[in-house]
């Protein structure tokens, strides 16, 4: 059993900063090292990618939108440590939505697509 869960949303204005929080944790039946990806959801659009990064954090990958003002990282290189942060920056009003966070016991995320399991959501609101 995975669980995923994140943290760290909230209402900020524009030009500020955000920092969200993933850990996904338990094992499947292969394996308790995942590559973590972050997507979102803003009302009315279909869910999008935004960041990803492999298990064992050597490899990155951005939604353009995303390039240059979002940095996906992990907590420790302890592969065990499922933990991953996306510090959001310069936060613009259309990057309002729902961000999930996404865990993958392949590559999948890394190249387009997406893992198994999913958090819940964490609201980021950014507005003046």
């Known amino acids: 059993q995975v669980h995923v869960e994140e943290s760290g949303g909230g209402l900020v204005q524009p030009g500020e900063s955000l920092r969200l929080t993933c850990t996904a944790s338990?094992?499947?039946?292969?394996?308790?090292?995942?590559?973590m990806g972050w997507f979102r959801q803003a009302p009315g659009r279909q869910r999008e990618f935004v960041a990803a990064?492999?298990?064992?954090?050597?490899?990155?990958?951005?939604?353009d939108s995303a390039k240059g003002r979002f940095t996906i990282s992990r907590a420790s290189k302890d592969l065990e440590d499922n933990t991953v942060y996306l510090q959001m920056d310069r936060l613009k009003p259309e990057d309002t939505a729902v961000y999930f966070c996404n865990a993958d016991s392949g590559i999948s995320v890394l190249m387009g697509g997406q893992g198994d399991y999913w958090g819940q959501g964490t609201q980021v609101t950014v507005s003046s």
């Open positions: 990064i492999s298990w064992g954090g050597s490899s990155t990958q951005y939604a």
């Open positions: 338990g094992r499947t039946d292969k394996t308790s090292t995942f590559s």
